[in-house]
């Protein structure tokens, strides 16, 4: 498994897990939004204990790839980070985003706290307002999360230059949100 440590919330800080397609994509515009402190790319909602990348491509663990972030509520609100969420993919799409089709790839939110599920709850509800077809994300309460391996944090940030699926997809989705690429 890997030698890799999620961002724990400290005091006063919040803790939400977000599939929205492929964790690298999340991961590069999350990370960027004022009064995120941490973002772990990693997998979630299945039942494989420690699951590798390459158990998750196979579609049979039932993991999402998600982030774990990790946010000051005095900087961010949860619906504020749900905003970024639904402006970041598109949650119409089942079991996939683009090209990247699977289970992994569902559109999804883990919450910690009651008071998170009612926002998410609400803010999907809202959210329904800018899209033709219903939305598909899923609102669960958040079983364990497992960080991905080492290689996939911070991917954008070491490969944005090497890998084609970076230029592809994520810098036009991050000048699309008026981010930093």
């Not at 939004?33 to 979630?44: E, K």
């Amino acid at each position: 498994m890997p030698d890799r440590e999620i961002t724990t919330p400290g005091e006063g800080h919040e803790q939400i897990s977000l599939g929205a397609g492929c964790f690298w994509c999340v991961e590069a515009v999350l990370k960027q939004v004022d009064g995120v402190l941490g973002v772990t790319s990693g997998y979630q909602g299945g039942h494989t204990e420690n699951p590798t990348y390459q158990e998750i491509c196979t579609g049979t663990t039932n993991h999402a790839e998600v982030v774990h972030v990790v946010y000051d509520p005095e900087k961010l609100t949860t619906d504020q980070l749900l905003d970024w969420f639904w402006r970041l993919h598109d949650p119409t799409q089942l079991n996939r985003q683009g090209n990247d089709i699977g289970t992994q790839y569902r559109s999804v939110i883990f919450y910690y706290t009651d008071d998170q599920k009612a926002v998410a709850e609400a803010s999907m509800k809202a959210a329904q307002a800018h899209f033709d077809q219903p939305i598909v994300t899923q609102i669960v309460k958040a079983p364990e999360f497992y960080p991905a391996e080492v290689s996939h944090q911070d991917y954008y940030e070491l490969n944005k230059n090497k890998n084609p699926y970076c230029r592809a997809v994520i810098t036009p989705k991050l000048e699309k949100l008026g981010l930093e690429k």
